[in-house]
């Protein structure tokens, strides 16, 4: 796979909003399962961080680690790894994850759902034959994932969070329910809102800026009061992040 040479690094304009003094913070998109997407930039964010001095970063995954691509199983031990490296990193669940913790729980509702929303990837992930998967019944699957998903996977992805917030930024998976106060907000939204949230024009809450992922778009959008930087990695082939240091933010991005 040909690898872009230059990752992107003009900063955007100097936000009003800031990050936590003397801290610096890299957001990452929804992966789904493509680990080397997730090498890459995680390649590119030491780059960053060598280039810049100061403060090792802080990284927050905005969830939506698994399914849709190939590599689901190992991008989470990729990450379990990471994680053991630089215990200041952080993950918000994602919905993907959420039905996939309830599928492994025994929910066959879950599990169908699962399945239909890109989870096939991730069961064939763990080793599954695909003639196994295909000819399996539910019941018969879900003893299948209850063999092979390692214990390590299920603490892991149940460990996530729903919200961070830092500084002027508030970091959460899908978006925010307009008009709630964010110690009020529900799990469900955190993890699934989309037209409610994003076609608010104005900022929801005055001078706090939302960072999502969940909705794709062709690029990183930044809007008042959010910021989406899920840009399609499974399809498009563009992973991407965004670095935050006192007042300024900038994109770094891998291309498969």
């Known amino acids: 796979m040909l690898e872009r040479l230059l990752s992107r690094f003009a900063k955007t304009p100097p936000a009003a909003v800031r990050a936590p003094e003397g801290r610096r913070l890299y957001a990452i998109g929804d992966i789904h399962g493509h680990l080397d997407l997730l090498e890459g930039l995680l390649a590119r964010i030491c780059a960053d961080e060598a280039a810049r001095g100061g403060p090792r970063g802080e990284l927050i995954f905005l969830g939506d680690l698994i399914n849709r691509g190939p590599q689901s199983a190992h991008v989470i031990d990729h990450l379990i790894a990471l994680q053991a490296e630089r215990p200041e990193t952080r993950f918000l669940l994602g919905n993907h994850e959420e039905v996939f913790l309830k599928a492994l729980s025994g929910d066959r509702g879950a599990l169908r759902f699962f399945d239909r929303m890109g989870g096939a990837q991730t069961i064939l992930s763990y080793g599954i034959r695909r003639n196994a998967y295909e000819a399996a019944d539910y019941d018969e699957l879900a003893a299948l994932l209850e063999e092979v998903v390692p214990p390590a996977h299920r603490a892991f992805l149940a460990s996530f969070e729903d919200m961070f917030v830092e500084g002027d ?14 110690e009020e907000q529900q799990p469900g939204d955190l993890r699934w809102i989309r037209d409610d949230f994003l076609r608010e024009a104005r900022p929801l809450i005055p001078g706090i800026v939302i960072v999502h992922g969940h909705t794709i778009f062709e690029e990183i959008i930044e809007r008042p009061g959010r910021i989406g930087l899920d840009t399609g990695a499974y399809r498009s082939g563009v992973l991407s992040a ?15």
């Open 242 to 256: 965004m670095g935050f240091e006192g007042g300024d933010r900038w994109i770094l991005q891998q291309h498969s």
């Open 169 to 182: 930024y508030v970091f959460v998976h899908a978006g925010v329910r307009p008009g709630v106060p964010l």
